[in-house]
Each structure stands twice: as C-alpha cells, then as structure tokens.
C-alpha cells in the first residue's frame, strides 16, 4: 500500500504542502499519498490519532497546531524541544501490534539556514537582527545560532517577548533582545519574523540598517515583495522572501520520511510561476 502523509491545519485549503511533496515524490520516483486534513479547532489529537489508525506515517502540521503536536510527542528533536512546537511528526511504527510512539521534529528553522545559503548567505561571524518574537521566530533562534553568527538581536513591538526569548536562547550563542527602539545597526542579515507584512505594514527602523552586502529576508511570501523587502530593496539591501523557506523545510520533513533528499529548486520555480 502507498504510504501515506498529510498537512494538519485550520484552515488548510490554502496550504501547498500536498503540491510540493507530490513534486518531491516524482522526482525521485517515490510513491506518496499526501493529502491536506482540515483537523477541528478542539481536537487535533483526535484527527491525529484518527490518521494512525488509518495507516499514517507521517504529518506536516501548520497554524494553529504546531503547539499541540509538540504536546503529543513522545520524542522530540532538540530543536524541536526547543522551539516548543513541531511542524514534522513520525509515527515510530505502522505495526498496529506494537505502541506507536511519535517523534517530533521542527524544520522551519533548517529550512531557513538552507534558504539562506542557497543564497550565498555567510552566517557565521554575521550580525543578525531578527525582527518579531512570536512562534514562528522562536521556532528558527537554535538553527541560526547553530551557525555561529557574531551577534544576534531579536527585537519585537513588545519589548519583553524579545528579552524572555534571548533569556531562553542564550547558553546556545550571542543573543540579545529588546524593542525596536534597541536596533542599532548595521546588520549583515535582517529577518522579518513579524506578521506586519500581512497587514501591509512595517516595523519603525532605522535608515541605516543594513551594512555593506546585507540580505533583507521575510518568512512572508506573495506575489509581489513584502513593504519590508520593498523598505529594503530601497536601501541596498539582497532580498529574499520566503517562500523557499517554505520549500525547504518541506524538504527536511521529506528526507525524515523517506530517507531521500530532493532537489528544491526545481520545485520552488514551479511554485514561483504559480504565485
Ligand atoms: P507567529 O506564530 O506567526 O510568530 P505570533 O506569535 O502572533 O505569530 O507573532 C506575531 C509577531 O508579529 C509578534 O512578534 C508581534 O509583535 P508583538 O509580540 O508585540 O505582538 C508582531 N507584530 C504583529 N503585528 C505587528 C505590528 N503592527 N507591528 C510590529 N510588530 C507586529
């Protein structure tokens, strides 16, 4: 039978997920089934454990379960355990006769440092200001600080988010945090983790941000740039946005599964010219 994965979400019609893995799996010849599960807003165990049943192997989980599916684990990843929220789950045995225990893993914040390498981004000695203090920075501080950056500042609207999430982050490398008002500049690489350019928005910052040779990167994606890497753009600065972010950590997930690496770019150009 073919295996079978999904992406648990609410909602998660949107979600690209099913696209890009069914794109991993023919590139390498794998035989995938990988569906997207819409899960109630009161039971994602439930929908979890009703995919076991049915022969699941493994899930992507999006907003707003990542917290709940780390709480269901039985193993997690360090980074993972760090993060406090997991987008990966494995089941460790499909053999109904044996306990199916679940492993964790969060792979947002490789999926980054992939992206920003593939980009020709230098991480180690680089100063970094990441901007936001919610779950979607938390879940990418331990990757970064893995590289071994000279410095960096995590700076939120509310100050307090960004000093408790340095307190958590600082035995593993050189973190700082504060308000926006505390980003004293320049910086190699600035990462937009707040939900601004949803809105359109921007945080207040400096006109000096970026040093010589910056990249602007925004975890946000769509058709035309974020206001942040527009803001950027305008200052000198590489832009990324983050939709091979998005590619990336998908093919982390794939590789947990599966054992095999696919090439991304060819996928990311796919989803590109389908924005
Ligand atoms: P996510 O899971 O995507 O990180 P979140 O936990 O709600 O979502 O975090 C959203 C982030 O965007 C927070 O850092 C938030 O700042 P606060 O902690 O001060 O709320 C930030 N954010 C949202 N709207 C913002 C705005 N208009 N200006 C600046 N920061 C904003």
């Keep these: 039978m073919t295996d079978r994965y999904c992406v648990f979400g609410h909602p998660v019609g949107h979600s690209k997920s099913p696209a890009i893995h069914a794109?991993?799996?023919?590139?390498?010849?794998?035989?995938?089934?990988?569906?997207?599960?819409?899960?109630?807003?009161?039971?994602f165990a439930g929908a979890w454990w009703?995919?076991?049943?049915?022969?699941?192997?493994?899930a992507n989980v999006t907003v707003p379960f990542k917290e709940?599916?780390?709480?269901?684990?039985?193993?997690?990843?360090?980074?993972?355990?760090?993060?406090?929220?997991?987008?990966?789950l494995i089941v460790g045995s499909n053999d109904a006769s044996t306990d199916r225990k679940v492993y964790?893993?969060?792979?947002?914040?490789?999926?980054?440092?992939?992206?920003?390498k593939r980009h020709g981004v230098e991480l180690a000695e680089a100063r970094i200001l990441v901007l936001?203090?919610?779950?979607?920075?938390?879940?990418?501080?331990?990757?970064?600080?893995?590289?071994?950056?000279a410095s960096l500042l995590v700076?939120?609207?509310?100050?307090a988010k960004a000093e408790a999430l340095a307190t958590d982050f600082r035995d593993l490398g050189e973190i700082a945090g504060g308000g926006f008002e505390a980003v004293d500049g320049p910086f190699d690489?600035?990462?937009?983790?707040?939900?601004?350019?949803?809105?359109?928005?921007?945080?207040?910052?400096?006109d000096d941000l970026f040093a010589r040779d910056a990249t602007a990167y925004d975890m946000m994606y769509g058709p035309e740039p974020t206001v942040f890497l527009r803001w950027a753009a305008e200052r000198g600065a590489q832009t990324i946005d983050g939709l091979g972010m998005l590619v990336e950590q998908a093919a982390e997930s794939f590789f947990q599964w599966r054992g095999r690496r696919p090439d991304t770019a060819p996928v990311l150009e796919m989803l590109r010219q389908a924005l």
């Design 155 to 159: 700076a939120n609207r509310t100050a």
């Design 189 to 206: 690489l600035v990462i937009n983790g707040t939900s601004t350019s949803l809105a359109g928005d921007l945080p207040p910052l400096p």
């Design 104 to 116: 964790g893993d969060t792979t947002d914040g490789i999926g980054l440092v992939h992206d920003l």
């Design 50 to 58: 009703r995919f076991v049943a049915e022969g699941g192997h493994g």
């Design 68 to 88: 709940e599916a780390f709480r269901l684990c039985d193993t997690l990843s360090k980074r993972a355990r760090r993060a406090g929220a997991v987008n990966t």
């Design 132 to 149: 936001g203090a919610g779950g979607a920075v938390r879940g990418v501080l331990e990757p970064l600080l893995a590289e071994g950056p």
């Design 23 to 43: 794109a991993f799996a023919a590139q390498i010849r794998d035989d995938i089934d990988y569906t997207a599960i819409e899960a109630p807003l009161d039971d």
